[in-house]
């Protein structure tokens, strides 16, 4: 009985530190700090009552399985999200299992919630970033592209992935990973880039509104991910 109350308390206490505490303070969404609790709650009541029926415990992680598949697919998540979802349901898992002695289930979620402090901390990738970037010029050589992106970016382009290239448009579409050469979120836009004007390079500008794919010289359109 001591282990299933210090589960519970070390479920509830990891669970509150490591959402709103690690989680939310670097990621800023409030309904899958939700979903996370919640997860970690469920998986922890259910974990429970099946250990001690005749259920099995195995019908009752597959059944999780199914669900964790469905909640993956029915929404966008970036990977540290995902990262963050299946570290919840372990904590919610482990915890209901509430091994002995009873200090394992505490330890167990401690190094849980330790290890995502560390792994995702800005600090030693703050100036790397990752985007999906559409140029509204169709760049078959790499070191074309690589100068378009480093220009419009005011980065160091580390390594491109081209999604498209369309010839008959006249567009391209790349996955970057680039370092910053400023401040990250202090990225300065060049002048012709805010007037929405090609450089006499031949280089493609750059734009906040959404991409003109029927048009040779669409403005160019940048979503953000951070690696």
């Known amino acids: 009985m001591m282990a299933l109350w210090v589960g519970l308390l070390a479920n509830v206490t990891g669970m509150a530190i490591l959402v709103f505490l690690v989680y939310f303070r670097r990621h800023y969404r409030r309904d899958l700090a939700l979903a996370y609790i919640a997860l970690s709650m469920g998986i ?22 199914i669900l964790s598949i469905i909640r993956l697919r029915s929404d966008t998540l970036t990977q540290e999200e995902v990262a963050y979802y299946f570290i919840s349901l372990a904590i919610g898992l482990i915890n209901g299992l509430h091994p002995d002695p009873a200090w394992v289930s505490p330890v167990i979620t401690a190094s849980l919630v330790a290890i995502m402090y560390v792994v995702d901390h800005h600090g030693p990738g703050r100036s790397t970033q990752r985007q999906m970037v559409t140029l509204d010029r169709a760049y078959p050589a790499e070191h074309q592209r690589i100068d378009a992106l480093e220009q ?60 003109t794919y029927g048009l040779a010289q669409g403005p160019a359109s940048v979503s953000t991910n951070r690696v």
């Open 44 to 65: 922890f009541a259910v974990t429970l009552l099946l250990s001690e029926s005749e259920a099995g415990l195995g019908l009752g992680l597959g059944l999780f399985g």
């Open 152 to 211: 419009l970016l005011d980065a160091k382009v580390l390594h491109t992935v081209v999604l498209e290239l369309d010839m008959v448009r006249d567009l391209t579409i790349v996955d970057v990973r680039y370092r910053t050469n400023g401040p990250v979120d202090n990225i300065p836009v060049p002048k012709k880039a805010r007037n929405n004007t090609t450089s006499a390079t031949g280089y493609p500008s750059i734009s906040a509104q959404q991409p």
